[in-house]
């Protein structure tokens, strides 16, 4: 340390607390990003599991889990929701969701058919008739997609036909409209070949990815490096100038 001036208490305090809070910060980041690696593996695992009985599953939600769920019951076939948030087809087109009535329960169930690609104008697909007879669906139990920036209030209650149009998917709003309970997830259905709805189960962490988490926690981390680089740059001892002999 003989290169370096006797730095004050104050600035080793406050280098040593910056030092801490931008590791602790780099770790928080990678432990969270470490969680929702596990969630992706969680759910890619989900869709192949074998099928739990619902009623079994509403009765103990799990928490950070989307089970493959089989359930009994019959659609209210004329009263489908379309969700305008295009994800999988550059001509745009609808995530499309149709209520479900459980068999010997009270609260309806809202469905996620899949998505229905456009035809490259404003009008909405042609939408397949729904059966009424009684049907078994199977597919994961998830969280609805996000409300994002809700824009515009309820559109929902500014139509009076079916199928209505949003472009945000909010529960609170869909029971309402329905003048029903609604279960607080939404049944994504298994993928069907002969179905002509696209159904991709995919878990969207597209605004905070695992890799975003790691990519902030090396920031952290190098705020922490460049605290101590400039520490010691501050605290150097400038070298003394020589004095030259005159000729």
């Known amino acids: 340390m003989s290169g370096m001036r006797r730095p004050a208490w104050w600035s080793v305090l406050l280098t040593l607390a910056g030092v801490l809070v931008f590791v602790r910060l780099g770790i928080w980041q990678l432990h969270r990003a470490d969680d929702k690696d596990e969630l992706l593996r969680r759910y890619a695992a989900a869709a192949s599991a074998p099928p739990r009985d619902f009623a079994a599953v509403t009765a103990n939600p799990p928490e950070d889990v989307y089970p493959r769920v089989r359930v009994q019951g019959r659609y209210l076939a004329d009263r489908l929701y379309l969700l305008d948030n295009p994800k999988h087809d550059a001509l745009g087109g609808v995530e499309v969701y149709a209520p479900f009535q459980p068999i010997h329960q009270n609260k309806w169930l809202l469905v996620d058919l899949g998505f229905l690609p456009g035809n490259g104008t404003d009008q909405a697909p042609q939408l397949p008739p729904l059966p009424t007879d009684g049907q078994t669906l199977q597919g994961l ?46 049944l994504s259905l298994d993928a069907d070949p002969a179905a002509i709805y696209v159904r991709v189960h995919t878990l969207d962490l597209s605004s905070m990815p695992p890799a975003r988490h790691r990519a902030y926690a ?3 981390f190098a705020f922490a490096v460049a605290a101590v680089v400039m520490f010691v740059v501050l605290h150097r001892k400038k070298p003394r100038a020589k004095n030259q002999s005159q000729p």
């Open 141 to 186: 139990y998830e969280p609805a997609p996000g409300t994002g920036l809700e824009m515009g209030g309820n559109a929902l209650a500014r139509q009076s036909q079916w199928p209505k149009t949003t472009i945000y998917l909010d529960l609170g709003q869909v029971a309402a409209d329905l003048h029903a309970t609604l279960y607080p997830r939404v």
């Open 218 to 220: 090396f920031q952290w």
